[in-house]
C-alpha cells in the first residue's frame, strides 16, 4: 500500500483546475443502462469509483471506451442483472444500477453494500421507492432480488430523509414506468439536476428540476445521452480550504461557485476573502492589519443542500484547528463522520467530541505539527492532506487508497500550487 508524505508549512498559491464530479458521473454512468445504444458523458474524472463504476458496467455486458475524460458506453446487449459482493464491497454507489436495471430487464440482483466507516448506510428507501413502483423485493443472502413481471407504475413515493442516491435510482426508475411518479422530499443537490438534465436530453420528461417534488411522466422509450458531468463541489470545497489552511491564496477554475452557497459563506464569516466570477472561485486574506492572518471561528451544521454539505465537514474542522477562537462543528447526516479526529489529535488538534458535535479549540495559524497519521474514508482524508499541508514538519499519510476514490491527480495538482508532496511505498 502507498503513503502520501506531505513537509507542510508552506503557503500555497497559483490555480487549480476542478475535475468532473464523481456523484455525478456515477448516477449518469448507471443511467446508460436505461436503455440500449452508444451513450456519450463528457468530463468523466478518472477515479477509482469511476473505474469500479465502469468495471461494473463491464460485468453487466456493457462495452466502455475512455478518450481523455470523455466516456462512450455500448448499452446495446446486457448480459446479466447482477451487480456482485466484490464490486459493491468496494463501492455502495453500485446500488445505482437498481432502478435501470428493474426498469429496463424487469428484475436485478445488487448485493447489500453493507456499512462503511461513516455509517450503516442503508438503502430501504431505495427498496421502498421500487416496490411502490411495482416490483417485488426478496432478501437472501445478502443480496437484493427485486422483480417486476409488468412495467413499473407511477405513484407517489415520500421519503423520510432526502436521500441522494436513492432519489437517483426513483429517478431512473420512474423515467420508464406507466403514469405519473412523484418524488416527495426529494434531495436537491447539484449532482440531481445533473441527471435530471441528462435524462431529459435522453427523451424523459420531468418537472420541478432543483426543488424537493420531482414530477416524473413515464415514456416507453428513451434515446441514447450525450451529456456533460458537472464540475465536483467537494473537490473545489476541499481545495478552497487547503489554501486557506496554509495562509496562501489562490484560485479554483472550472468550477460552479453556485453549487458551493453554504462554504463561501462560512468562510467569508471566517474573514477569508471570497470572490467569484462564473466558473471560478478565489479566496485570499484581508491584511489585518494586526500583523499575520487570523481566522474566526466559525460554527457548521451539515444539512442537505443547499445547506452546509457534510462531504466538507471534515475539511472545514482542519481549517478551524487553526482558528484564533473555537467553534462547534455538528454532523447531523451521517452517525460516525468523525473518524479523522483522533488523527487530528495526533498533530495537536484540540477537539471534544460530544454525540454528533465536536468542539473544536483554535490553535492559530499553523498551529499544527506534522504526525504519521491514518486515512479511515475519502472525505476524513482530505482533512488529513490539509492538516498536513498546514502542519509545520512531516506528515505521513497512510492507506491514501480512499483519497485515490475521489481526487484526481491529486499529488499534481497539490505540487502546482506549491506544495512538497509525494507518494511513497508504505514499507
Ligand atoms: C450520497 O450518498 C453521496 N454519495 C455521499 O458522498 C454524500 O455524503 C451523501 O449523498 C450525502 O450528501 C454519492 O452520491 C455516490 P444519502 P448517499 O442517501 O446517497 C440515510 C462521498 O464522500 N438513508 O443522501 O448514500 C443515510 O444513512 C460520499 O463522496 C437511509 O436511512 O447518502 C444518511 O444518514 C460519502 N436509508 C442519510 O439518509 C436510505 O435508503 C442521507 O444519505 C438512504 C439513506
Redesign the pocket.
Known amino acids: 500500500m502507498e503513503k502520501l508524505v506531505i513537509h507542510g508549512g508552506r503557503p500555497l498559491h497559483g490555480e487549480v483546475k476542478i475535475s468532473g464530479a464523481?456523484?455525478a458521473a456515477?448516477?449518469l454512468m448507471a443511467a446508460t443502462l436505461l436503455t440500449p445504444g452508444k451513450h456519450r458523458l463528457r468530463n468523466v474524472p478518472n477515479l477509482r469509483d469511476t473505474r469500479t463504476f465502469i468495471r461494473l458496467l463491464e460485468y453487466l455486458g456493457v462495452k466502455s471506451e475512455r478518450v481523455g475524460d470523455t466516456l462512450s458506453l455500448d448499452t446495446t446487449n446486457l448480459s446479466s442483472a447482477e451487480a456482485p459482493y466484490d464490486l459493491v464491497k468496494t463501492m455502495?454507489?453500485s446500488v445505482l444500477v437498481l432502478g435501470p436495471l428493474v426498469a429496463r430487464l424487469g428484475q436485478a440482483r445488487v448485493s447489500l453494500p453493507g456499512g462503511c466507516a461513516?455509517?450503516?448506510?442503508?438503502?430501504?428507501?431505495?427498496i421502498m421507492g421500487l416496490e411502490r413502483l411495482g416490483a417485488t423485493c426478496h432478501l437472501e443472502g445478502g443480496y437484493v432480488d427485486l422483480k417486476c413481471e409488468r412495467a413499473l407504475r407511477g405513484e407517489v413515493i415520500y421519503f423520510d430523509?432526502?436521500?441522494?442516491?436513492?432519489t437517483e435510482n426513483l429517478l431512473m426508475a420512474a423515467s420508464l414506468a406507466e403514469g405519473t411518479t412523484v418524488l416527495k422530499n426529494a434531495?436537491k443537490?447539484p449532482?440531481i439536476g445533473n441527471l435530471v438534465d441528462m435524462l431529459t436530453g435522453m427523451g424523459a420528461k420531468i418537472e420541478g428540476r432543483g426543488t424537493d417534488s420531482l414530477i416524473i411522466h413515464g415514456v416507453k422509450h428513451l434515446q441514447p445521452a450525450d451529456c456533460e458531468v458537472i464540475p465536483d463541489r467537494?473537490e473545489a470545497g476541499t481545495y478552497l480550504l487547503a489554501i486557506v489552511a496554509t495562509g496562501g491564496s489562490g484560485s479554483v477554475s472550472h468550477c460552479r461557485p453556485d453549487h458551493l452557497p453554504s462554504l463561501l459563506e462560512k468562510l467569508r464569516l471566517a474573514g477569508v476573502n471570497v470572490t467569484e466570477t462564473r466558473d471560478t472561485i478565489t479566496v485570499g486574506w484581508n491584511e489585518t492589519g494586526e500583523g499575520g492572518k487570523q481566522l474566526k471561528g466559525v460554527n457548521i451544521k451539515t444539512m442537505?443542500y443547499p445547506g452546509y454539505?457534510?462531504?466538507l465537514q471534515a475539511q472545514f474542522m482542519a481549517l478551524m484547528t487553526q482558528c484564533s477562537g473555537s467553534c462547534v462543528v455538528n454532523e447531523t447526516?451521517?452517525?460516525n463522520r468523525f473518524m479523522h479526529v483522533a488523527e487530528l489529535h495526533r498533530m495537536g488538534a484540540n477537539i471534544k467530541i460530544d454525540g454528533h458535535s465536536a468542539r473544536v479549540e483554535g490553535l492559530g495559524m499553523g498551529g499544527l505539527k506534522g504526525a504519521p497519521v491514518m486515512a479511515t474514508d475519502?472525505?476524513a482524508s482530505s482533512s488529513l492532506v490539509i492538516a498536513g499541508l498546514s502542519a509545520s514538519g512531516r506528515t505521513d499519510i497512510s492507506r491514501i487508497y480512499h483519497l485515490e476514490r475521489?481526487y484526481e491527480n491529486l499529488v499534481d495538482k497539490l505540487t502546482k500550487l506549491g506544495a512538497k508532496v509525494w507518494k511513497e511505498d508504505e514499507q
Do not use: M, S, Y
Open positions: 464523481k456523484n456515477l448516477p455502495r454507489a461513516i455509517g450503516a448506510r442503508p438503502i430501504d428507501f431505495h430523509i432526502p436521500t441522494v442516491t436513492g434531495a443537490e449532482e467537494i442537505p454539505p457534510t462531504d447526516i451521517f452517525e475519502l472525505r475521489g
